[in-house]
Every structure is written in structure tokens, then in C-alpha cells.
């Protein structure tokens, strides 16, 4: 079963950072320079999570996964200008 997740990252260095990118447009959409919001089943979460372990230095690097129900993306609010988020055909405004 597919769950969403909303995905931040910190990146100290910019090559890394551009790795990191790269390979989070592969799983899911840009919502901010550094937050995505992924579709994802167990098996791709799994995937994700190891190609950004092989790019990120623990020590300096931060990636953050974070569970979010169907209900909780209905409720997130937005100040300024609004982005659209999809879930398996479903567009929530």
C-alpha cells in the first residue's frame, strides 16, 4: 500500500545537495527547494531511502521523512502562494 510523506532535507554541501535533489525528483514532487511530498510504497521508501544514505555524510547532512495522512495533507495550510498536492489522481487544494 502507498502512504504520503513529506520529505525536507539539509545538505551542507552543494554538490551533494544537487545529488540529493536529483534523486528526490525521481520520488516524488517539489513542493519547496528542499521539500517533497512522495507517493510512495514500502519497497520505493526503502529505495529512496538507500540512494540518499549512499549521497548524504551523516554527520553534516540531514534528511527527514515524514508521514502524513490523506486527511493531514487536506489540512495544510499555505501563506503566500499555494502549490497543489497530488495523491494517486487526486488533486488537493
Not at 527547494?33 to 519497497?43: I, Q
Not at 529512496?48 to 495522512?69: A, F, N
Request: charged letters at 30%; a positive charge; hydrophobic letters at 40%.
Amino acid at each position: 500500500m502507498k502512504r504520503n510523506y513529506l520529505v525536507g532535507y539539509d545538505i551542507s554541501d552543494q554538490k551533494r545537495l544537487a545529488k540529493v535533489a536529483k534523486v528526490m525528483t525521481e520520488f516524488g514532487s517539489r513542493i519547496q527547494y528542499s521539500f517533497f511530498h512522495c507517493f510512495l510504497a514500502d519497497g520505493q521508501k526503502s529505495r529512496m531511502k538507500e540512494r540518499l544514505t549512499e549521497i548524504i555524510k551523516e554527520g553534516d547532512d540531514q534528511v527527514m521523512i515524514l508521514p502524513v495522512s490523506e486527511r493531514q495533507l487536506k489540512e495544510i495550510e499555505f501563506v503566500g502562494f499555494k502549490i497543489n498536492l497530488y495523491m494517486e489522481g487526486i488533486i488537493i487544494v
